[in-house]
T-cell receptor, first 114, second 112 residues
């Protein structure tokens, strides 16, 4: 069974640009969550989607957005990039509708903003 | 409030037991988790415990939960060099929907 796949794995952008990251969950998983990992702030929850609906959102500015498609694949977008957006962005999928399931993480997309 | 705290560093000798500690604040958390992260990799779920349990054992891993003190620990028996990694404690946010609150991570170094 394939794991969670995130693309691209690495990317470099400049301030002011925008970026789109993609996440394919484990087959059959319908919940996708996104997390940002930085040395200073650690791991922080961005948002969670289930059946194309955002169910929960973390404390991030509106520049951070996401969506989920009917095949459960998810994308997140960051507009008007800032230096502080440099981070490892991790996607996780879960097979449970309720808040009981384990989250399975991908390898992450490492974004560097210059 | 939402907060999870861990010590940042632990060094152990190969073959010894490692104990990584964590405290959390949300008393209504239903699940608590331990994740492992190796360099350049994502997070690997090691184990989790439901809040009505005191202990869970899974091969070399033992999780202890003291709900009164909001204290969680992970014991790794017979620690090996391959166990060197960062270990994250996390609680499931009581509001649900797969929002985990992570600690800062404990870097475990295993030396011969």
């Amino acid at each position: 069974k394939a794991g969670v796949t995130q693309t691209p794995r690495y990317l470099i952008k400049t301030r002011g640009q925008q970026v789109t990251l993609s996440c394919s969950p484990i087959s059959g998983h319908r919940s996708v969550s996104w997390y940002q990992q930085t040395p200073g702030q650690g791991l922080q929850f961005l948002f969670e989607y289930f059946s194309e609906t955002q169910r929960n959102k973390g404390n991030f500015p509106g520049r951070f957005s996401g969506r989920q498609f009917s095949n459960s694949r998810s994308e997140m977008n960051v507009s008007t990039l800032e230096l502080g957006d440099s981070a490892l962005y991790l996607c996780a999928s879960s097979s449970r509708q309720a808040t009981t399931g384990e989250l399975f993480f991908g390898e992450g997309s490492r974004l560097t903003v210059l | 409030g939402e907060d999870v705290e861990q010590s940042l560093f632990l060094s152990v000798r190969e073959g010894d037991s490692s104990v990584i500690n964590c405290t959390y604040t949300d008393s209504s958390s239903t699940y608590l988790y331990w994740y492992k992260q190796e360099p350049g990799a994502g997070l690997q779920l090691l184990t989790y415990i439901f809040s009505n349990m005191d202990m869970k054992q899974d091969q070399r891993l033992t999780v202890l939960l003291n709900k009164k003190d909001k204290h969680l620990s992970l014991r790794i028996a017979d620690t090996q060099t391959g166990d060197s990694a960062i270990y994250f404690c996390a609680e499931m946010f009581s509001g649900g929907y797969n929002k985990l609150i992570f600690g800062a991570g404990t870097r475990l170094a295993v030396h011969p």
